[in-house]
C-alpha cells in the first residue's frame, strides 16, 4: 500500500527562543505534526545553512547545532537526536541531478530545523535530514530544485523548509517595549499570502522585483528561500493554507504555509 501524499511546510522559525517557550506560536507548530499523516522521514530546508554549495546531512545521528549567541544557558543544553537518513540522503542527490550534492558528515541539525521540530515531533523519533542552501545560485535555482524534489511527497517523506517571509533584524525590537508589525511587513506578507492563494509564485521567486517592502522584508536572502524550495515542491492541486500566524518583534513574519 502507497503511503498518503505528504504535504509541503514552510515554517516561520523566529526567535531561537521559541524552542523553549510554550506560546501560540509553539502549539500551532504542535498541532501540525497531529493533523499530517506521520512522515517515515524529513528533508528540511533551512535558512541557516546558507553557504557555497549544495550539500545533504548523510550521518547516522546529525549533531545538535547551537548556531547563535547571547541566549540563556538552558537554550544551549537543548538537544533534538532525531536520526539520521543516509540512504534518503543519497536518494536526495540523485532527485537533484545535474545539480552536484556533496554527502556532509560534518554539520547536524541547526537551530533553523531543531527549534520548530521539537514542537511538531517533540520526541524526535522521525529521521530528519538537512538540505543547504547554495548562496551562490539565484532564487530560480532554488525553486527548481524544489520542483525536483516532489516526489519525496508520495515516499512518506515530509518536505520543510524554515526561515521567514519577513526577516529584518536591523529593524527587530530586541526586548526594548512591544513592537506593532511596521506597515512595509504587513504590506509585504499580504502581498505573499495573496500571490500563494492565486498560485502566482513567479513573482515572489523574483521577489527582487517586488519594490520596496520586498527589500525591507528579506534585506539578505537566507530566511527567504526557503519558501521558494516549498513553492517548488506544490504541486497545482495542492490547497494553500496558513497554519501559523503573526509578526514578532514588528519585523519577523511567523507565518507558515502548508501546501497540501
Known amino acids: 500500500m502507497n503511503p498518503p501524499r505528504m504535504p509541503v511546510l514552510f515554517l516561520g522559525h523566529g526567535n531561537p527562543l521559541n524552542a523553549l517557550d ?20 524529513i528533508l528540511m530546508v533551512s535558512a541557516h545553512w546558507y553557504l557555497p554549495g549544495t550539500f545533504v546531512t548523510a550521518m547516522e545521528h546529525p549533531r545538535t547545532i547551537h548556531d547563535f549567541g547571547g541566549f540563556p544557558r538552558a537554550l544551549f543544553e537543548v538537544r533534538y537526536p532525531a536520526p539520521g537518513d543516509p540512504e534518503l540522503a543519497a536518494h536526495v542527490a540523485t532527485l537533484l541531478a545535474p545539480a552536484r550534492v556533496r554527502m556532509d558528515h560534518a554539520w547536524g541539525l541547526d537551530h533553523g530545523t531543531w527549534s520548530v521540530l521539537r514542537h511538531v515531533y517533540p520526541d524526535a523519533d522521525v529521521p530528519v535530514v538537512q538540505l543547504s542552501i547554495d548562496e551562490l545560485q ?16 508520495d515516499e512518506g517523506v515530509l518536505i520543510a523548509a524554515s526561515g521567514n517571509i519577513v526577516h529584518n533584524l536591523h529593524a527587530y525590537a530586541w526586548g526594548r517595549h512591544v513592537q506593532e508589525p511596521y506597515d512595509w511587513a504587513m504590506r509585504f506578507e499580504t502581498t505573499a499570502r495573496e500571490l ?44 494553500v493554507t496558513f497554519p501559523v500566524e503573526g509578526i514578532d518583534g514588528g519585523s519577523i513574519s511567523m507565518l507558515s504555509v502548508r501546501f497540501g
Open 138 to 153: 539565484p532564487p530560480s535555482y532554488h525553486y527548481e530544485l524544489g520542483v525536483r524534489l516532489r516526489p519525496l511527497r
Open 196 to 239: 500563494m492563494l492565486a498560485r502566482r509564485f513567479d513573482p515572489l521567486v523574483d521577489y527582487e522585483t517586488l519594490g520596496d517592502d520586498a527589500l525591507r522584508s528579506a534585506p539578505t536572502p537566507d530566511h527567504y528561500l526557503p519558501l521558494i524550495y516549498a513553492m517548488g515542491a506544490a504541486t497545482p492541486d495542492d490547497a
Open 22 to 41: 510554550d506560546n501560540a506560536y509553539t502549539r500551532a507548530w504542535n498541532e501540525i505534526g497531529r493533523s499530517i499523516p506521520r512522515p517515515r522521514a
